[in-house]
């Protein structure tokens, strides 16, 4: 992948997954940790697992430097696998996702270096899945911001996702067609904005491979609100969701950095100059801007 998509790994996840130092339950009863980390080879979901699938979960959370609260010694693996059993013996709360306050059974955690440690970890092994499959064996020619939205579908459905019309769009480079096929469900919380933003992603690899832009650089669009708040996002004004809603906490962010360049603090995410500030710094870091 572009070292553009690899630097900008953390910050595109973050708003979606959280960062999360124990481990809990997802919506589909999966456990995971970190930036939205499954840790369960369960096969179905919300499902208690066989004594195969428990042991390949336990496996897959000792790849994990686990800490005990408040000592910070290292846990042994079978302090690991209580926590893990404790977490998974509360399938009633996985439609709660991280609501669930799993917290409260786990007695372990992994600090922000190992989190951080872990996701490029996977973040490796999934594209080297993914670029073995039919249709993504181009991948590393492909604009960045294709790359992105491929790369968070895999993370999200794992990178053997069946997707053939995806998989026929982006092995010609249809980024418009790749933007149709690339949402999956269930479209909720968020999913939904996951699949905004991929869907956001391969338009503008469009974009990129239209106007002849760098194909190892990332475009962002900041055109509108959604945009704004992935551009405030990417120049450290979080925590932030990249909702596309104007609301309180996005007119907050953009007082934020208007505050911090000088401009009028009228909290407005289309005011001139501050979209003009807005792709300046974005350019000065890297990045291809659209809609400036």
Do not use: C
């Amino acid at each position: 992948m572009h070292q553009s998509v690899r630097d900008y790994w953390i910050t595109f996840n973050d708003p979606l997954e959280g960062r999360v130092r124990f481990m809990y339950l997802d919506v589909k009863g999966y456990v995971s940790t970190g930036i939205g980390n499954k840790i369960d080879e369960t096969a179905r979901d919300n499902s208690a697992p066989t004594a195969a699938e428990r042991a390949a979960s336990l496996a897959a959370a000792n790849r994990l430097r686990w800490l005990v609260n408040d000592v910070d010694t290292q846990a042994t693996p079978e302090e690991v696998a209580l926590d893990w059993d404790a977490v998974k013996s509360h399938l009633e709360l996985a439609p709660q996702g991280l609501h669930g306050k799993f917290q409260q059974f786990t007695r372990l955690h992994v600090d922000d270096a190992e989190i951080d440690r872990h996701v490029f970890e996977k973040l490796d092994e999934m594209e080297s899945v993914l670029v073995s499959r039919d249709g993504f064996h181009d991948f590393a020619a492909w604009p960045a911001n294709a790359q992105l939205g491929a790369l968070s579908m895999s993370w999200a459905m794992g990178p053997m996702f069946r997707f053939p019309k995806f998989q026929g769009h982006v092995g010609v480079r249809n980024w418009v067609g790749a933007a149709d096929e690339s949402h999956f469900t269930p479209d909720v919380g968020t999913i939904r904005i996951r699949n905004k933003l991929d869907r956001a992603h391969f338009l503008l690899a469009r974009s990129v491979d239209d106007q002849g832009l760098p194909l190892e650089q990332i475009a962002l669009d900041v055109s509108d609100v959604f945009g704004v708040q992935g551009a405030l996002l990417a120049l450290g004004f979080g925590p932030l969701a990249q909702d596309g809603v104007d609301g309180p906490l996005t007119q907050g962010k953009v007082r934020e950095f208007q505050s911090a360049n000088g401009l009028s603090g009228n909290g407005a995410f289309n005011d001139p100059d501050t979209v003009s500030a807005l792709a300046a710094q974005l350019s000065g870091l890297g990045f291809t801007v659209q809609g400036a």
